[in-house]
């Protein structure tokens, strides 16, 4: 058809088909990238159907046809709310630079058929991928990269320190601090080596936390060892990664929307605060009133102040450049501030390192907590480094493949949508996708965990996206009569992902340091990153929504829907959803079946898909359900400088609005 449609359209040409075709042929030549044969068509097509002094013929018809009809399969109408994974690096550059000539040399990358052929989704990953691995180093060279890479320091060691903590009293410290920070540092390092996609950030996370304790009860159930049996869980679940990346599984992650992710982040946001709120609550329960209030202070002030400092974009303060340094560098320097004030005059009195009386057995009664750590590099429980699989009965090590098909759900759902948050369409990413072979490295590092016994790794939600959030340049421009912060670039490298992961593994070189850090001030760092997760989630929008003055909708950024789907609607979808988050949670906070919460997060895939179109109709869900909008041209424009078509007015990136500092 492409042959045919050439020669018809030389031959138009050696006919001197008039100015209709040379304008043809340079719009082609300008606008069209030379590796897009089938858009080259499209281009020609249209035009000789608009020019009366050109026919188009029946080949350039059937092309055009046949291409129409491809990419309103391949690309899904704007609002119906489908992540289309494989697409994300050519539609960002083809959005990007749509009105300003060719898009940069990116691989024209097309969404196929599923397919079960093995090792295809791989081998496209790798395809894809591959050009870009030196330019994944060389692009981390810097100032934005270092201030990214101590920001993830911060966010991914405290949760870890915290889950550590949780794991050390539920687990009767089978596994304790050591275990976990050597898991994110290892996995982490090994990630960034090898994975396609480098800016989704790997950890131990609170759905692991959870899923980890449970097998532990369950052992202590039957009454075999935990850490044979863990072992066989990992192991049965890695070979399960493996065969779903080998077969394409993956492609399944297209029928996710923003539903299910929203929905999931929220969770994890909800965890997150919980977390924090019940070490808080545990504090004046269980210590003098000094060291609770002290420690009440630590994580208050970490929240406000991490909060306050990275919103520094929006200050009227200072220039440009000094607000985006201390928004990039705000979140560390606040917990790096709070762990130096239990330090400072009277204060050390209340930390157990200076406590007067340091041996009594009250001392923890009246000093702040700080985290358990032992005196040298070592396990927990004083065990060998290697956990022998065969010490499990055998019956056990077949009961093993069902804890490890619920964790395989857990990642293939949790890993996945870390993923796609991190590479929202906003942030405008242009080096594209790799999600069968980041599963394959995944479940690779869930061997190496499960012989090592130490707690399995995937991607990190909210750390993910905001590792990608914090790599980003932006700029403030007024659309629609109000200002709006806009992607104008991102550093897609590897360098902060593996810095992050190998600083903190070098706290293990001097693990009692890590016994002064305050968990106070870890927890305020988790009310701020649960608060955090609520900014661009627009289930959190729609709940703001309820109880928000209908007059301010448009100033707090609520007008999204508003006109758009009845009002009765959009409350019933929330409450739903709501509903549905509470229900989950719930689920997280019971003995014995917390473990089984991933099977309700994947049951929300089939619920958006068949359920809630025929509950509230099919076009009012695309529209609550719609995926976020990528940067525009003319967006891209306006924070350039450059005359922005399509949009209003630049307005001065110094100059912060009231909106804009409220969001």
Known sequence: ELLSCSVSLLFHQNQGAGQGTHKMTNDVNVHTP???????????????????????????????????????????????????????????????????????????????????????????????????????WTDGCNMKVLSSTLFMVFTSIAPAITFAGVLSDETDNQLGPVEVILSTCVTGCFFALFSGQPLCIVGVTGPVTIFTVAIYKLADGFDIDFMPLYAWTQIWAALMHLIIAVLNLCELIKAVTRFSCESFGMLIAVVYLATGIKHLVTYFQEKELDAALLSLVLALGTCWLALLLSGARGWSIFNGSARVLIADYGTSAAVLFFCLVPYWGENEGITPSGYKDFNSTLHKDHTIAVLTVPDEFGTASG??????????????????????????????????????????PHFGLKKGTAYHWDFFVIGVQILITGILGIPPVNGLIPQAPMHTDSLCEKKLIVKNGRSVEVVTKCYEQRVSNFMQAAIIGCALSYVKGLGYLPIATLDGLFLYMGIASFGGNTFYERIVLLITDKKQLAARGLDLFVGKVPNKTINRFTALQFVILCIIFTITELPYVAGLFPVCIAILVPLRIYVLPSWFGKENVDMLDAEQERPSAADLDAASGASPTNTNPIRDADVATPAVVGS
């Open 34 to 136: 030379p590796d897009t044969p089938v858009e080259v068509d499209v281009e020609m097509s249209v035009h000789s159907a608009e020019d009366p002094d050109m026919q188009e013929s029946p080949a350039a018809a059937r092309v055009r046809k046949a291409s129409a009809a491809r990419s309103s399969n391949d690309a899904p109408a704007h609002g119906n709310g489908r992540y289309d994974a494989p697409r994300s690096s050519h539609m960002a550059s083809t959005a990007t630079h749509a009105e300003s000539g060719p898009p940069p040399a990116v691989e024209h990358i097309e969404k196929e058929e599923f397919s079960c052929s093995p090792f295809k989704g791989i081998c496209a990953d790798l395809k894809r991928r591959k050009p870009h691995y030196w330019s994944d």
């Open 383 to 424: 065990r060998g480094w290697i956990v022998n699989p065969m010490d499990c009965p055998t019956w056990a090590i077949f009961f093993a493949i069902l804890p490890g098909a619920v964790l395989t759900v857990l990642y293939f759902f949790d890993h996945n949508v870390s993923s796609l948050l991190c590479q929202s």
